[in-house]
């Protein structure tokens, strides 16, 4: 199984950038996804969920600005990021969590894309 994320960038504060994570390798379903970050010298900060039926979660930081998607026929997941801000800076992880046939396969990880935000 691999994610391959991609997006990011070099941006403004007020600018958008939109993430993408590309799921391969498998022909397991996609339980969930998700999006983590980690700010240098910080610990890693889940940024935005989804289920594989849509329910979405954000942390408080990110709420209002930053939407999640998933395409599932395409196995691809969005992070839509607007109005970024310096915190924002990050590298950005995707993860994923799978099932098949009854059994759950979790803690898939992408390698990460690099946001930065100057202001």
């Known amino acids: 199984v691999q994610l391959q994320a991609s997006g990011g960038g070099s941006v403004q504060t007020g600018d958008s950038l939109r993430l993408s994570c590309v799921v391969s390798?498998?022909?397991?379903?996609?339980?969930?996804m998700g999006w983590t970050r980690q700010s240098p010298g910080k610990q890693f900060e889940v940024v935005a969920g989804?289920?594989?039926?849509?329910?979405?979660n954000y942390a408080e930081s990110v709420k209002g600005r930053f939407t999640i998607s998933l395409d599932n026929a395409a196995k691809t997941m969005y992070l839509q990021m607007n109005n970024l801000k310096p915190e924002d800076t990050a590298v950005y992880y995707c993860t994923a969590e799978f099932e098949y046939k009854g059994s759950v396969f979790s803690d898939y990880w992408g390698k990460g894309t690099q946001v930065t935000v100057s202001s």
């Open positions: 989804i289920s594989g039926d849509g329910s979405t």
């Open positions: 390798g498998t022909i397991f379903d996609i339980k969930n």
